[in-house]
């Protein structure tokens, strides 16, 4: 089993950075990938950003392209999320995500195995 820890959420204003974390746990060898999802309220998931663990190639949501920057750091094995000139409709419940299986599906949520229990990101404007 694996265990995924987010922190770093919280209230900011339009224009502001947060940088989210997640921990990886339980497993001994590394994820295929790691991404971010987001969720509104009254709105479905949607993909934002994953890596691939070997290699660091990144994909991104084409909302936060150019302002959102997804990285890691094996040793530690954990992924982060820079979230930079954030707006209000960056507004969500932000989930981190694991895929062990190597599905190449990054901006699909069924490409993932492991999911962490979000946490909340609020941009007032």
């Known amino acids: 089993q694996v265990q995924l820890v987010e922190s770093g959420g919280g209230l900011v204003q339009a224009g502001g950075s947060l940088r989210l974390s997640c921990t990886a746990s339980?497993?001994?060898?590394?994820?295929?990938?790691m991404g971010w999802f987001r969720q509104a309220p009254g709105k479905e998931r949607e993909f934002v950003a994953a890596?691939?663990?070997?290699?660091?190639?990144?994909y991104y949501a084409d909302s936060v392209k150019g302002r959102f920057t997804i990285s890691r750091d094996n040793a530690k094995n954990t992924v982060y999320l820079q979230m930079n000139s954030l707006k209000p409709e960056d507004t969500a419940v932000y989930y981190c995500t694991a895929d062990y299986r190597g599905t190449n599906s990054y901006s699909l949520s069924r490409g993932y195995d492991y999911w962490g229990q979000g946490t909340q990101v609020t941009v007032s404007s």
């Open positions: 890596i691939r663990w070997s290699g660091g190639n990144t």
């Open positions: 339980g497993r001994t060898f590394s994820s295929y990938a």
